[in-house]
């Protein structure tokens, strides 16, 4: 992204912050509920200083990308075997639709009594969060790859393997990235369920301790973490993989 695209990013948290700020400091709000910038930034300075922000960033970092690894890895199976196989997807679709309705809650008590109150159940939950718009968007792209491609290659006598490689893939693979990044989201709106199944460490128990403790500083100053860990993590996955679609001649990379 271009700095000015930052640049403009950047106006809308900022104007709504300033102006929160001043309602506060004139007195037209009282700010004990929703806290200004200001407080929010102390509480956010002090977390760090002491280093228990940086403490709760890692444990939740580690746990998104262990079940993010895990996710994406069985979800761009399934979707390839849904995507490639109508009798694969007829015997397995149905059941993971109905599945992917379930709210992420309700497989907390289910975890717990299978895998413990430690780690494992945390990043299976996460991994079911990531799975899903994964599968879909793998299963989705295959099913929808232009049959004049599939054409082509065998006009040209592609075998499988070279068809997979320089047709199937090259037009999965923007479909793909996007799946990742969605579900990527999902994982790190899964892992506030998974850290309240007995977490210490981690941004999701920073959120439960400022509520019990009823310091909404706190509270937005873990949220603002978990906006800034999302973006960044989000941005290294969209650097790490722009390159294997570079090859596009889309309208953005015009402008």
Same mark, same amino acid.
């Given at each position: 992204?271009?700095?000015?695209? #930052?640049?403009?990013?950047? &106006?809308? $948290? &900022?104007?709504?912050?300033?102006?929160?700020?001043a309602?506060?400091?004139?007195?037209?709000?009282?700010?004990?509920?929703?806290?200004?910038?200001s407080?929010?930034?102390?509480?956010f300075?002090?977390?760090?200083?002491?280093?228990?922000?940086?403490?709760?960033?890692?444990?939740?970092l580690?746990? /998104? &990308?262990?079940?993010?690894?895990l996710?994406?890895?069985?979800?761009?199976?399934?979707?390839a075997?849904?995507?490639?196989?109508? !009798?694969?997807?007829?015997?397995?679709? $149905?059941?993971?639709?109905?599945?992917?309705?379930?709210?992420?809650? @309700?497989?907390?008590? &289910?975890?717990?009594? #299978?895998?413990?109150? %430690?780690?494992?159940?945390? *990043?299976v939950?996460?991994? /079911?969060? /990531?799975?899903?718009?994964?599968?879909?968007?793998?299963?989705? @792209?295959?099913?929808?790859?232009?049959?004049?491609?599939?054409?082509?290659?065998? *006009? %040209?006598?592609?075998?499988? @393997?070279?068809?997979?490689?320089? *047709?199937?893939? $090259?037009?999965?693979? $923007?479909?793909w990235?996007?799946?990742? !990044?969605s579900?990527?989201?999902?994982?790190?709106? %899964?892992?506030?369920?998974?850290?309240?199944m007995?977490?210490?460490?981690?941004?999701?128990?920073?959120?439960?301790d400022?509520?019990?403790?009823?310091?909404?500083?706190?509270?937005?100053?873990?949220?603002?973490?978990?906006?800034?860990?999302?973006?960044?993590?989000?941005? /290294?996955?969209?650097?790490?993989?722009? !390159?294997f679609? @570079?090859?596009?001649?889309?309208a953005?990379?015009?402008?």
């Amino acid at each position: 992204m271009r700095r000015p695209d #930052w640049a403009l990013g950047l &106006l809308l $948290p &900022l104007a709504l912050a300033l102006g929160w700020e001043a309602a506060v400091r004139l007195g037209l709000a009282q700010g004990r509920l929703m806290p200004p910038p200001s407080r929010i930034l102390a509480a956010f300075w002090s977390l760090a200083r002491t280093g228990e922000l940086w403490t709760h960033v890692a444990a939740t970092l580690a746990r /998104v &990308l262990a079940g993010f690894a895990l996710g994406a890895l069985l979800g761009t199976l399934a979707g390839a075997l849904a995507g490639a196989s109508g !009798r694969f997807r007829a015997l397995v679709d $149905p059941s993971l639709q109905a599945l992917r309705a379930v709210p992420s809650i @309700a497989w907390v008590p &289910l975890f717990l009594l #299978w895998f413990g109150i %430690f780690e494992t159940s945390k *990043v299976v939950l996460i991994a /079911v969060g /990531v799975f899903f718009p994964v599968y879909l968007g793998v299963a989705g @792209a295959i099913a929808s790859i232009d049959r004049k491609l599939l054409e082509v290659g065998r *006009v %040209f006598r592609l075998g499988d @393997a070279a068809m997979v490689r320089r *047709v199937m893939l $090259p037009a999965v693979l $923007p479909e793909w990235i996007l799946a990742l !990044r969605s579900g990527l989201g999902l994982g790190f709106m %899964f892992v506030v369920a998974a850290e309240l199944m007995g977490a210490s460490e981690g941004l999701g128990y920073l959120l439960l301790d400022g509520q019990q403790m009823g310091r909404p500083d706190q509270i937005l100053a873990a949220i603002i973490a978990f906006a800034l860990l999302g973006k960044l993590c989000d941005g /290294v996955l969209v650097a790490s993989t722009s !390159r294997f679609v @570079a090859w596009q001649d889309t309208a953005r990379g015009r402008l």
